[in-house]
């Protein structure tokens, strides 16, 4: 931030003789100031501040304008505070904008050993939100494989390496209103979609609501069946069964259309319009107007500048509530919201498709996205789920659309899951760089929808809360159904009386299973167990991945990205992590998620460590190195699933059953199945 801004921020914090008064101060001078703070701006404002307390409140104010900060700037944050649990808390707000690795800078901040060990632990398991990168490739983050094909001449990925899968926040569960009541479970199938690309504004109002938005009647007694709760977390199971459903279900989709507001309005026909959600998670737009001239993709490696539209640059004809649209900057970052890329969105005097401002009119609908990293299953998928659900949010299905990457950069996105979009669009993937700095750079856009982004704060399904001990979102159904169904992936003949097993292989330097021929000879050994070893590399094409995923009884592999196929197992199916190396809740949240049943080790002590793991800066960790497993205790688990699977088929059957009509025209069907 520029040092007039921020010393008219601390100003106003100064004015102020009470602490409350103090940080709403500092609330309100952030909200109306432009750019990131530094690591030593926020060191030099929480010092305004008296008590511990209030400097842990201020530094949660300040964090989420942290900009890309090294240890040696956290580190002078941290010197603020005298007790070390306010360091790590502070160090864990801190921790998704860091982006590297220095921890003797750190060290100095820090005085005790424990709380540098815990140090330690938090930047190995941060979040990384999506900040711009560095200048430089990061560690471990090495060329694409030579020969890859499609892909262009290799070169250093851009993003910064991936930790854990959760933000540090306080417990972010809180209990309904007074007399909610809980939703019913959804169908699991996407509603209809309406006639035609996006459609227009105003026929939005005119869809039907599907009923997995809605709540739960007091005729309605089979949600609970539907979505798995056990008692013990919240007041009741019907409070955790809403919880669940608001979180990572449809009831998250709705949450977002209650929060839609209306930024510019239309008031003649043809006029343009922008709403969105609030903090611009989402934005809806019509005849929207961009000026691309000014914007060279090539002068930097950033792929998601927020300076690229000035002034003047975005905007349409409508009533626009500036005060309004200001207000929406809480979440201004990257992969969380679009404020960077509309914050400077104008009301302008003329129509700009009608007024002839337009060098190119797109009257295909399209979707701008801005992705996460498509080498890593699991964080590319949080593009695709989004995606699903900002397809909800419009209502509409229709393929006929244009998907648009919001990319500031001219880097080469390195995508091994391609052939999904083929779910979503069947046109190729457009590029923002293909309108930068031509001639023809006054872009104009009929219909455009502002995805919801991979990397929001509860968001879907990284950064995610998710309450713990029920199993099964209609809304993860519905995405993995829907993707299946759209790429042609469907479930093979297989006897009831057999588990077909997959065992997910790693080619990779670490978390290989070290005696993986030993596992698999004795599952071999077993008649009903049909086993097959994959090694899911970019050799195997993605779609006979998911064929053979989606044919899979029992999943098994260790912590990875590739778990993240769990999204597309079957209903019985069971996902077995081999070992979750500390990070116990990320695939099991992911398989909860989608209704899969998971297990993972049990005995520690069953298990063989190759040694205590070698992070190149952060040391050892319990991910950075290699595992050989009991064989007899292995063999247990394989059993345990098996048992597990067999036990899903019958419920699942006896549901199918249940659900048919009992009028004689179905006999002959219910006594074949």
Not at 109 to 134: H, Y
Not at 271 to 279: A, E, I, P, V, W
Not at 536 to 545: D, N, R, S, V
Request: charged share 25%; hydrophobic share 35%.
């Amino acid at each position: 931030m520029d040092p007039s801004s921020f010393e008219n921020i601390r100003r106003a914090v100064k004015e102020q003789h009470f602490k409350d008064r103090r940080l709403e101060a500092l609330k309100s001078s952030l909200s109306c100031a432009y750019g990131y703070l530094s690591g030593e701006q926020v060191a030099l404002l929480i010092t305004e501040f008296t008590f511990a307390d209030a400097k842990m409140d201020a530094l949660r104010v300040c964090a989420p304008r942290l900009y890309s900060i090294t240890c040696s700037q956290a580190a002078s944050v941290l010197r603020a505070f005298d007790f070390k649990d306010h360091r790590m808390k502070a160090l864990e707000a801190m921790s998704p904008h860091i982006t590297d690795n220095d921890l003797s800078a750190l060290d100095s901040a820090l005085k005790f050993a424990d709380e540098k060990s815990r140090a330690r632990e938090i930047l190995m398991n941060r979040p990384q939100p999506g900040f711009p990168p560095q200048q430089g490739p990061y560690p471990g983050a090495g060329s694409p494989a030579p020969g890859f094909p499609g892909m262009p001449a290799p070169q250093p990925e851009a993003y910064p390496p991936f930790g854990g899968m959760g933000l540090p926040v306080a417990n972010p569960y809180a209990y309904p209103e007074p007399g909610a009541v809980p939703p019913p479970y959804p169908t699991g199938t996407a509603p209809p979609p309406p006639p035609g690309g996006l459609g227009a504004v105003k026929k939005q109002t005119e869809c039907v609501e599907p009923s997995g938005y809605k709540k739960k009647t007091e005729t309605e007694e089979q949600y609970i069946d539907r979505s798995r709760c056990r008692s013990g977390w919240a007041k009741t199971v019907e409070d955790q069964v809403l919880l669940f459903w608001e979180q990572g279900d449809f009831g998250y989709i709705k949450k977002m259309k209650s929060q839609v507001i209306d930024l510019c309005q239309p008031k003649e026909l043809d006029d343009s319009s922008l709403t969105c959600t609030t903090n611009l998670w989402y934005c809806r737009a019509t005849n929207i107007y961009f000026d691309f001239k000014n914007f060279n993709p090539d002068t930097t490696s950033d792929r998601f500048r927020g300076d690229v539209l000035k002034e003047g640059e975005v905007g349409g004809h409508c009533q626009f509530k500036k005060d309004l649209h200001k207000n929406q900057n809480k979440n201004k970052s990257p992969l969380q919201s679009w404020f960077a890329e509309l914050e400077h969105y104008t009301s302008l005097s003329v129509k700009p498709i009608q007024g002839g401002l337009c060098d190119v009119v797109v009257n295909r609908p399209t979707i701008f996205m801005k992705l996460d990293a498509g080498i890593n299953l699991y964080h590319h998928f949080c593009d695709f789920v989004n995606l699903y659900v900002t397809q909800h949010m419009n209502g509409s299905f229709s393929s006929d659309i244009n998907i648009l990457m919001w990319d500031t950069s001219s880097l080469p996105y390195r995508d091994l899951f391609s052939d999904t979009w083929k779910a979503f669009t069947k046109h190729h993937i457009l590029r923002l760089s293909e309108y930068a700095g031509k001639q023809a750079s006054l872009v104009c856009f009929k219909d455009a929808v502002f995805s919801f982004n991979p990397r929001m704060i509860r968001g879907l399904y990284y950064n995610m809360p998710l309450v713990p001990s029920c199993v099964g979102s209609g809304l993860f159904k519905a995405f993995s159904e829907h993707t299946l169904h759209r790429l042609g992936i469907t479930q093979d003949n297989h006897r009831e009386d057999e588990f077909r097993i997959t065992l997910l292989d790693r080619s990779t330097k670490y978390r290989r299973i070290l005696n993986r021929d030993e596992l698999v000879g004795a599952m071999m050994n077993v008649p009903m167990f049909k086993v097959k070893v994959v090694d899911y590399t970019w050799k195997i094409p993605f779609l006979e991945q998911l064929k053979i995923t989606h044919n899979s009884d029992i999943f098994i592999g260790m912590h990875g990205a590739g778990l993240a196929h769990a999204l597309f197992l079957p209903d019985w199916a069971v996902l077995f992590e081999l070992y979750n190396t500390e990070d116990p809740a990320c695939y099991s949240d992911l398989a909860r998620l989608r209704g899969v049943n998971y297990i993972t080790w049990e005995h520690k002590e069953k298990l063989y460590q190759e040694d205590e793991g070698h992070h190149p800066t952060l040391g050892a960790h319990a991910k950075f190195t290699n595992y050989a497993f009991n064989v007899d205790e292995f063999m247990r688990l394989v059993y345990k699933a098996a048992d597990t699977v067999k036990e899903s088929r019958r419920k699942l059957l006896n549901s199918t059953l249940s659900n048919l009509p009992d009028d004689g025209s179905t006999s002959k069907l219910k006594d074949e199945l």
